[in-house]
Nanobody, 115 residues
Framework: QVQLAESGGGLVQAGGSLRLSCAAS????????IHWYRQAPGKQRELVAA???????TYSDSVKGRFAISRGNAKNTAYLQMNSLKPEDTAVYYC?????????WGQGTQVTVSS
């Protein structure tokens, strides 16, 4: 069973930056994809970005060019660098890891962007 823990959320002014981290523990397949999702109050959870172990990335249109997802040197870590933050980026951000036979979520970290 894979467990995920996010960190790095907080309060930032519009235009600022934050870096979120996701640490996974447990048995992690080399064939796995780490995702970042977010959920704003009253809205559905949405995919923000994803990265494979090989470093192939994908982004939602709303964050493309502002956010960057990456994996650490160890296959059990991932990061989300968020730049030029906007108030509409305010949400709880979740890390998700999908591998063969597994699908795990973290508890989430709050990101609040003030105008």
């Amino acid at each position: 069973q894979v467990q995920l823990a996010e960190s790095g959320g907080g309060l930032v002014q519009a235009g600022g930056s934050l870096r979120l981290s996701c640490a996974a523990s447990g048995s992690i397949s080399s064939i796995s994809i780490i995702h970042w999702y977010r959920q704003a109050p009253g809205k559905q959870r949405e995919l923000v970005a994803a990265v494979t172990l090989a470093g192939i990335t994908t982004y939602s249109d709303s964050v493309k060019g502002r956010f960057a997802i990456s994996r650490g040197n160890a296959k059990n870590t991932a990061y989300l660098q968020m730049n030029s933050l906007k108030p509409e980026d305010t949400a709880v951000y979740y890390c998700r890891l999908i591998g063969p036979g597994s699908d795990s979520w973290g508890q989430g970290t709050q990101v609040t962007v003030s105008s």
